[in-house]
C-alpha cells in the first residue's frame, strides 16, 4: 500500500490560472511537510463564481508573488514523486498551464485520483471531497481552502487504500486508475475516467421535465454534447434563466449577471461534475 505520497490542490482565479496552491507531504501515512502560499495570476481578473466558492480576490493576491518564484519552492515536491490529487484532471491542468505559459521545465510524476478511486471503490450519494471526508470521518476544517484540501485529499487516499485492501481488491485493478507516466504523456491521459465515457450514453430520470440552462465554457465535453444528453435524459435546455429553472450547469468563464439572477431565484448552481453526478 502507498504510504508515502503528496497530496496538492490548486484554487483559481479564472480558467486555469491559479491564485492559491497547498501541498501536504506524508510519510508512513503521517503529515511531514505542509505548504501552502497564494499567488498572483498572470492575468489579473477573478471570475466572481471562483471567488465566491474560494473566498480569493484580487485584492487578496495583488502583493503576492507569481507562480515561478513559487515554483521554486514547491517544484522538488513533484519531481520524480507519487502526487496525488481529488479529481485530478483540473488540478494537473493548472500546474500544466502555468508551467507552460511561464517556459518552465515540466517535472515527470505518478500521479493517482481520490476522486476516481472513490468511483471504482464506494457506494455513496457522490463523489465530491467532502462527502468522501465524511464518509472516512476525515475531519474538514475549510473546505476549497487549498491547504485544508490538500490534506484532506490526502486522508481520504490512505483511507481508499485501506478500504481496497480490506475489500480484497486487486492490486492491479487498483494500478488502472493511476496515470504511470512522464510529465509528457499527461495531456493524453488527465481525463476523468467517468468523462472518457460518452456523456451521451448516460441515463437517468432525474433530469426528467427538468428546464436547465447551460452557461460558461466547459473542459471535459462540448456543449452540444451537453445539451443532447439533457434531451435525451428528459430535460429541457432554455437559454434563460425563470423562476422555472431548475438547474444552471455552469462552466468556466460563467457570466456574473445569469449567476446574480440565478442566485435572486434560488435556482440550483451546478458544475458538469455535479451534473455527471446527476446521471449516476
Not at 206 to 218: A, D, E, Q, S
Not at 232 to 254: F, P, W
Amino acid at each position: 500500500m502507498i504510504k508515502n505520497f503528496v497530496a496538492f490542490d490548486f484554487e483559481t482565479a479564472n480558467g486555469k490560472n491559479p491564485c492559491s496552491i497547498g501541498i501536504v507531504e506524508f510519510e508512513d501515512g503521517n503529515v511531514v511537510n505542509e505548504y501552502y502560499s497564494l499567488i498572483k495570476p498572470k492575468e489579473l481578473y477573478f471570475n466572481p463564481f471562483t471567488t465566491n466558492v474560494h473566498g480569493i480576490s484580487i485584492e487578496d493576491i495583488i502583493n503576492e508573488r507569481e507562480f515561478p518564484e513559487i515554483w521554486n519552492e514547491i517544484k522538488h515536491f513533484f519531481n520524480n514523486k507519487i502526487v496525488v490529487a481529488h479529481n485530478h484532471s483540473f488540478d494537473v491542468s493548472v500546474l500544466n498551464h502555468s508551467l507552460e505559459i511561464y517556459n518552465i521545465e515540466q517535472p515527470a510524476y505518478d500521479i493517482h485520483c481520490t476522486l476516481s478511486l472513490s468511483r471504482s471503490y464506494l457506494k455513496i450519494e457522490n463523489h465530491k471531497l467532502s462527502t468522501i471526508a465524511k464518509y472516512f470521518k476525515v475531519n474538514q476544517k475549510k473546505y476549497h481552502n487549498a491547504l485544508d484540501d490538500a490534506y484532506v485529499c490526502g486522508r481520504v487516499f490512505i483511507n481508499l487504500m485501506e478500504f481496497a485492501n480490506s475489500n480484497k481488491k486487486s492490486e492491479t485493478v487498483y494500478l488502472k486508475q493511476k496515470v504511470r507516466n512522464s510529465w509528457q504523456q499527461i495531456e493524453k491521459v488527465t481525463r476523468n475516467p467517468l468523462f472518457e465515457k460518452s456523456i451521451l450514453e448516460l441515463r437517468s430520470d432525474k433530469l426528467r421535465n427538468k428546464k436547465i440552462v447551460i452557461t460558461g465554457v466547459f473542459k471535459h465535453f462540448e456543449r452540444n454534447d451537453l445539451k443532447k444528453s439533457i434531451e435525451d435524459n428528459g430535460g429541457k435546455v432554455s437559454s434563460s434563466i425563470s423562476k422555472n429553472t431548475s438547474y444552471l450547469i455552469a462552466g468556466e468563464n460563467m457570466g456574473p449577471a445569469k449567476k446574480v439572477k440565478a442566485e435572486s431565484l434560488n435556482v440550483s448552481i451546478i458544475s458538469e461534475n455535479d451534473y455527471l453526478e446527476l446521471l449516476e
